[in-house]
T-cell receptor, first 115, second 108 residues
């Protein structure tokens, strides 16, 4: 089954404790992206990657890191989480960065709470 | 940069037709997409318009006017299961940017 998976789905942590949210897709997509969703603010892009070893900042990259060592994986790293990073996080992938057909496939989401 | 504006909430009656508008400002423009998100779920792709005009997919249609920087999603024969948030998303010189979403409530 073609899908984007994220782990963990739920996480409660404390300020300053490094964490990683994993994202994996099995569709051989070049493009992967991370979004955070907060009430009233919609989906805001954190980082994106157009292919292996190529990553770029989105609209709200502060406090986050990413890596793209393999095509299928795109982990999101919070080196020192803070309460303002409490949010719902989505990973997404597509065949290209957009192009003429930019259907993005989203993972199920990770609900993160930072105390 | 890019920005997309859409109404925050819309309420419509079951069986009726509803239109959700989206206006955008972007430097460069490659197309407008629509996504649906049910409470507790992930966004799912509905439609994409790269050119002006209407695209129809079953009960859902999407329209784009690039000269007016405007698009809309049209939902016909509304069903209770259509209650969800709907996002327009545009791509210009930077990757996909989403509007803040329109929450559609379908009432009996």
């Amino acid at each position: 089954e073609a899908q984007v998976t994220q782990n963990p789905r739920y996480l409660i942590t404390v300020t300053g404790k490094k964490l990683t949210v994993t994202c994996s897709q099995n569709m051989n997509h070049e493009y992967m992206s991370w979004y955070r969703q907060d009430p009233g603010l919609g989906l805001r892009q954190i980082y994106y990657s157009m292919n292996v070893e190529v990553t770029d900042k989105g609209d709200v990259p502060e406090g986050y890191k990413v890596s793209r060592k393999e095509k299928r994986n795109f982990p999101l790293i919070l080196e020192s989480p803070s309460p303002n990073q409490t949010s719902l996080y989505f990973c997404a992938s597509s065949f290209q960065s957009g192009g003429l057909y930019n259907e993005q496939f989203f993972g199920p989401g990770t609900r993160l709470t930072v105390l | 940069g890019q920005s997309l504006e859409q109404p925050s909430e819309v309420t419509a009656v079951e069986g009726a037709i509803v239109q959700i508008n989206c206006t955008y400002q972007t430097s460069g423009f490659y197309g407008l997409s629509w996504y649906q998100q049910h409470d507790g779920g992930a966004p799912t792709f509905l439609s994409y318009n790269a050119l002006d005009g209407l695209e129809e997919t079953g009960r859902f249609s999407s329209f784009l006017s690039r000269s007016d920087s405007y698009g809309y999603l049209l939902l016909q024969e509304l069903q209770m299961k259509d209650s969800a948030s709907y996002f327009c998303a545009g791509r210009g010189n930077t990757p996909l940017v989403f509007g803040k979403g329109t929450r559609l409530s379908v009432i009996a």
